[in-house]
């Protein structure tokens, strides 16, 4: 019994019961509201609608048992579903039986090495992503997301020649566009992105809570879906005008099988798999981090990973597609007042209910509206703001930005991140090897030292303060010597040098050499070099030195 | 006249005529000294040994009128030569004329690129390589060169099929080694080995100036082969034991001709000449940095990389090898009192004459004898203390000399210094990505504060004083920010948290961000984030933030 206790996760030892209505209610509300979404993503990510649902199971199940987060909800969401596209289509034809293979072996592949990355504690290889990195990828996936989306609500038949060829079959077809579809899109698109982005504050301003205010932004976009299908169902709209539905979703529970993937599938795979692993455990974690931070908790990178990637081998045996951490789910759920995973259990079995229930009536939801609520979520991706951010802080920020982003529209996704994270890379070897080095003096009467250019300061004959603003290593040491050889230089009689290293946190091993080299050459100068204000770590691995014995 | 005299090197200009008898004479001496080491890297390189010394005069020329440094001595090296071998050796038969026109290609390649990286000052990007991978790349190329000398020794003929082939093949054929080969390059090994390693110390034991102890045993080299190659002419050696010699050198000058290399051969050889021109622009860095060093001078790495780069581009139009900075040439160069380049114009000279004069008998200088001198250089090049230092540093230093080394060695030359830089780059990310942050109390009665753990200090309730030794950027932040929430959760009724940023060189906009969350996220829960030392150059970027307002 005991064995069986420590089995169970923390949140369930713990539970409260005064916690269980909050729970019960958000669990409901998360699957009725995003719903849609999971039908929407499923066919954004070209497989057939019902796995959107089939992965807002078993999967949300397994993450609530083994993730990290209290609040966090998995479950289709835009990024992965459009890297699944991505991805895969270039291998198969969306919709196939083989496409769908490719995408369970997809979820299963990329959720093994989430896991494994968990596993062996490599949660920090997601650092090798910068913001300005992961706001490039998810902008850029963002418009690939409204290109993909755009014909359904022109119901053209795009032939999918990457991304300018689907702009130009759209723009040759455009005498085809049927405009009773563009007419209930556009509408519902107008509606959508109104309710997004203003009816909340339009509501407050009205004196309702915030609370009900969000409460109500969050329920209209299902008003919308809910009023336009019975319309569909009432006016025959997919006869009489031609409007596009979902069609028939088989009202049936997943199969829980599993096929192995073929060897030639793995090897085509790998790649999209690494990037999908990796897009999806950055974004994880740091959702995770976010609403953690928020609720004053604190989230496990790792344990985070193991549930993230539990969760997609776990859609892999019901068919399903790939499964991220969702903003939306997310946001529902802390919005709902969920207060642990237990939510989330609900949830899952909220949706088994409506799949046994019956979704007959799914099947005359119109295409171009689900289109639009995707449109929408994905203008709301495009990280604009982050951009400007980073534009104005640091131009490097912002070219790696753009380069990302840009890479992933022009090229592919896989591009896109290589390029990001290199350039990231380069910057920041760029910056480390061109340090900040500065003269110093002591400002009068204080102990402390300070820039002589920028403060007023007093300073010795025939010494020299240095401060070296940088670790020193490899790669910065042959520009920290001519700086000190520069200064040397300048200062006349010169018989002392003292080098402050109070921001050096580390001497690699090439440093190091170069260090004593200088030394020893400045003794046979008459020139004393000495250290001042050696950090603990540093300074405990230079006792044994030749450095420290010629000091 | 001005114009011209604006066009002459400094040194020309500047010229003290005091220094033209020290520069003659150590023109001079250079030649006649480096002259075996000439013809036995050209045959180290694969090539016939002619070349070496028309590499030794138009690219010393070159390299005296544009490179910066005053003493360096450019021509031969092992390390080109082992590289060019290494580099050619799969492409083409060594010595057909393909063979010898690849390495005409390859100088001129590796130098056109040396040539760029200098106008374009990328000298900067010498420093991706750290010292324990060249001393990683220099051993393992070293013992190269051990693995393809031997054969001289032994005078068995090596089938060269990769380093293990010729090592196998050695052994096979040990009943067909040629004794009289084995004792005369044994005997030559044991004087060349004892004279590097312990002549200097034991004739300074005996009272002889450092000076003069030096001379004797740099000449000592020149005359074990002359002795030799007398021996080998008087005794018939070459006949009546098979003793093989280096034969019969044209006696003309290198025609100036230039072949360009074909387009195949320009594919095939990038890689190979961006190799060569990375290791010799670092080697070629390094030494005339070290050289200026200690004649209390200064070097421009770009004027060095175009002295390099043009030398190298001039060796292709007298079908020559690759030159680099030669150690052994500087060093003699430097202790025969070589004053300015005009050593080296000395030194061309000289060559040019012996040429005029007659090379005859070098044509009867036993190869094996050759091979010995080049063989003892080798060890020397192998720099087990260079390990040991890192060893006993930095275990991952000592681990990226390891690699490079053996990737040398079981790969090849490229893939080994690949794999060293990658390694570099991954061991500096993953340090800057776990930074040292300390829980700091102030010194009682003074302005210092100090690491909790190793000073007596005193703190303040309710609040929190972090240092944080390390730039703060996109790799380090969800550390630096798990680590921040883990000592908030440790103060009881904490309302302030002090980040002392004295070592934080940078703030990138992924730390700016995830800064700027922080504070929002703790002020809702009544704890005010404060920063202190912020560095001038951080501050400045600081002003227009988010954060910086909402402080």
């Not at 982050?386 to 912002?398: E, P």
């Amino acid at each position: 019994m005991k064995l069986l206790k420590s089995l169970l996760p923390d949140w369930v030892r713990d539970y409260q019961l005064k916690h269980f209505s909050d729970d019960l209610l958000a669990g409901i509300l998360v699957t009725i509201l995003v719903l849609p979404q999971s039908l929407a993503y499923a066919i954004l990510a070209g497989l057939p609608p019902q796995l959107g649902l089939y992965a807002s199971i078993l999967p949300v199940f397994v993450y609530a048992i083994i993730g990290s987060s209290m609040i966090q909800a998995v479950g289709p969401v835009a990024i992965t579903a459009i890297m699944t596209f991505s991805l895969l289509s270039p291998l198969a034809t969306p919709g196939s039986v083989h496409y769908v293979m490719m995408a369970t072996a997809l979820s299963l592949m990329s959720g093994l090495l989430v896991l494994v990355f968990g596993i062996f504690r490599l949660g920090f290889l997601s650092n090798l992503l910068s913001r300005p990195v992961v706001g490039g990828f998810i902008s850029g996936s963002a418009v690939l997301i409204l290109l993909n989306q755009i014909k359904f609500i022109l119901d053209v038949h795009v032939i999918d020649t990457g991304n300018w060829g689907q702009i130009a079959s759209i723009v040759q077809q455009f005498s085809l566009i049927n405009p009773a579809t563009l007419l209930l899109g556009g509408i519902g698109f107008l509606i959508f992105f109104m309710t997004r982005n203003f009816l909340t504050k339009w509501l407050e301003t009205k004196g309702i809570s915030n609370f009900r205010a969000s409460m109500i932004t969050r329920l209209t976009p299902l008003l919308v879906v809910i009023i336009s299908t019975i319309l569909t169902i009432q006016l025959d709209l997919d006869h009489q005008y031609d409007i596009k539905v979902v069609g028939n979703i088989p009202s049936e529970l997943p199969y829980l099988s599993f096929h192995l993937p073929e060897n030639s599938d793995l090897v085509l795979l790998f790649v999209p798999a690494l990037v999908l692993a990796f897009i999806g455990a950055v974004q994880n974690i740091t959702m995770a981090h976010a609403l953690a931070i928020k609720r004053h908790e604190r989230t496990d990178s790792n344990k985070e990973l193991i549930g993230l990637g539990s969760s997609n081998i776990m859609t892999a045996f019901c068919g399903g597609m790939p499964v991220g951490g969702g903003l939306t789910r997310s946001a529902v759920n802390l919005a709902s007042g969920a207060q642990t995973p237990l939510a989330s259990i609900v949830s899952a079995l909220t949706m088994l209910c409506i799949l046994l229930i019956g979704v007959e009536w799914f099947s005359k939801i119109p295409l171009c509206i689900l289109a639009a609520s995707i449109m929408v979520a994905a203008i709301s991706m495009i990280d604009l703001s982050g951009f400007w951010r980073a534009w104005n802080y640091d131009r490097a920020d912002a070219f790696s930005f753009l380069v990302t982003g840009f890479g992933v529209l022009i090229l592919n996704l896989q591009i896109g991140i290589i390029l990001g994270i290199l350039l990231s890379v380069a910057n920041l070897l760029y910056r480390v090897s061109s340090p900040h080095i500065v003269v110093v003096g002591r400002i009068k009467g204080t102990e402390h030292f300070r820039n002589i250019e920028r403060h007023h300061v007093e300073t010795l004959p025939c010494s020299l303060f240095l401060r070296i603003d940088e670790s020193l290593f490899y790669g910065n040491l042959s520009s920290v010597e001519s700086k000190l050889m520069l200064e040397i230089s300048k200062v006349p009689n010169i018989n002392s040098v003292v080098l402050i290293m109070s921001a050096v946190n580390r001497i690699d091993a090439t440093a190091l050499e170069v260090l004593t080299e200088v030394l020893l050459a400045l003794k046979t100068r008459g020139i004393n070099l000495h250290f001042a204000e050696i950090k603990g770590p540093v300074q405990d691995r230079l006792l044994n030195t030749v450095l420290y014995k010629n000091l």
